[in-house]
C-alpha cells in the first residue's frame, strides 16, 4: 500500500510539475530577444512554400495550429514579439502544420475528431485525476485501460513534434532574418518544449506500473 501511494505522488507530481515547466520556460524564454524580425514573419517564411497553409493573429494569449482549416493562429504576443519564447511557440505549430502537409499519419487520425493538437494536453490531467481515485483492484482495471490509451494517445502526439521539428529544423537554415547561431538556439529550445512531453509520458507510464502492482499484490 505505501508503495502505490507513492507512485501515486510522485506520477502526479511528475505531471503537474511538468506543465509548470512549460509556462516557467516559456517565461524565461520571453527574457532574450533572438531576432530583429517577429513571430508571424519567421513563422511565414518557414511555411512559404506551402500556399494552403494559412497564418492570422489569434487576439488572445493561446498559439495554435487548426488542423481542419489548415491555419496557424499566433498569439498576439507572439506576432509581434521577438524573443525566443515569441518565435519558438509559432514554429512549433509551424512544424505540426508541415508534418500535416508531409502526410502524417497520426495528424490525419487526429484530424478527423480534433481541431487542433493542445485539447490533447488535457487527457495527462484526467489521467491525475484517475490516478488519485484508484485505490482497489476494481479501480485499476478501469484505470489501466484509460491512462493506457492516454499513453498511446502522447505517444502520437511526440511523434508528429518529432516529424515538425525534423521539418523546422531543415528549413530554418534559409531565414535570413535569424543568425546562425540563435537558429540553433530556437531549435534547443523547441526541442527543450519538446521533452517536456516525454515527462508526461513518463508519468503516465508510471501511473500504469501502480495500476499493475495493485492487480497483482
Keep these: 500500500m505505501k508503495l502505490t ?40 517564411n518557414i511555411i512559404n512554400e506551402y500556399n ?3 497564418i492570422i493573429l489569434n487576439n488572445g494569449s493561446i498559439t495554435l ?37 508531409d502526410n502524417n499519419n497520426y495528424i490525419k487520425i487526429f484530424k478527423s475528431v480534433l481541431s487542433n493538437l493542445k485539447l490533447l ?3 495527462p490531467l484526467i489521467a ?4 488519485s481515485q484508484t485505490f482497489t483492484i476494481s479501480d ?9 490509451i492516454f499513453i498511446i494517445i502522447n505517444y502520437m502526439l511526440i511523434s508528429i513534434k518529432n516529424h515538425g521539428l525534423y521539418l523546422i529544423d531543415k528549413k530554418i537554415s534559409k531565414i535570413k532574418d535569424i543568425k546562425d547561431v540563435n537558429k540553433k538556439i530556437i531549435i534547443n529550445f523547441i526541442k527543450k518544449i519538446n521533452n517536456l512531453d516525454k515527462l508526461l509520458f513518463l508519468g503516465e ?4 506500473f501502480r495500476c499493475l502492482i495493485i492487480l497483482f499484490s
Design 65 to 101: 495550429y487548426n488542423l481542419k482549416r489548415n491555419v496557424i493562429k499566433i498569439a498576439k504576443t507572439c506576432y509581434y514579439g521577438n524573443t525566443l519564447s515569441d518565435v519558438s511557440i509559432p514554429l512549433i505549430e509551424a512544424g505540426n502544420s508541415l508534418a500535416n502537409s
Design 52 to 54: 494552403r497553409i494559412n
Design 128 to 131: 491525475v485525476f484517475i490516478n
Design 140 to 148: 485499476a482495471k478501469a484505470s489501466i485501460i484509460f491512462i493506457a
Design 121 to 123: 494536453y488535457i487527457f
Design 5 to 44: 501511494m507513492l507512485l501515486m505522488y510522485i506520477s502526479n507530481g511528475l505531471i503537474i510539475l511538468t506543465y509548470l515547466s512549460y509556462f516557467i520556460i516559456i517565461l524565461l524564454g520571453r527574457r532574450k530577444a533572438i531576432t530583429e524580425s517577429d513571430g508571424f514573419n519567421i513563422t511565414k
Design 205 to 208: 507510464f508510471l501511473i500504469v
